[in-house]
């Protein structure tokens, strides 16, 4: 059974740093790629990030580039998303997502993903 759980949600103010992670079970985890969507209230789940099996390329929204990064720990089966410079606008249920066969033209695509986690709040006070 595949459990995707993520962690390190909260409350932080404007400006302020969080690190997400996504702790993978019941998968061969470097083989997988994984997502990051984020989705606020009254609006649809949009795509913040992704990276790949290995690590070597990462992919973001226009709007946390420069902020956002993914990483990944293949030998502990976690992803990570390293949120800085967080903005109001940030504030969202912030969900990973892992497949095994999403590419570059899929991998923004929240249906693309065959395993999803529970979420976690992320809350930016301005």
């Known amino acids: 059974q595949v459990q995707l759980v993520e962690s390190g949600g909260g409350l932080v103010q404007a400006g302020g740093s969080l690190r997400l992670s996504c702790a993978a079970s019941?998968?061969?985890?470097?083989?997988?790629?994984m997502g990051w969507f984020r989705q606020a209230p009254g609006k649809e789940r949009e795509f913040v990030a992704a990276?790949?099996?290995?690590?070597?390329?990462?992919y973001y929204a226009d709007s946390v580039k420069g902020r956002f990064t993914c990483s990944r720990d293949n030998a502990k089966n976690t992803a990570y998303l390293q949120m800085n410079s967080l903005k109001p606008e940030d504030t969202a249920v912030y969900s990973c997502?892992?497949?095994?066969?999403?590419?570059?033209?899929?991998?923004?695509?929240?249906?693309?993903?065959?395993?999803w986690g529970q979420g976690t709040q992320v809350t930016v006070s301005s």
């Open positions: 997502a892992a497949d095994f066969s999403v590419d570059g033209a899929t991998m923004k695509v929240p249906m693309e993903y065959d395993f």
């Open positions: 990276i790949n099996w290995s690590g070597r390329n990462t």
């Open positions: 019941g998968l061969t985890f470097s083989r997988y790629v």
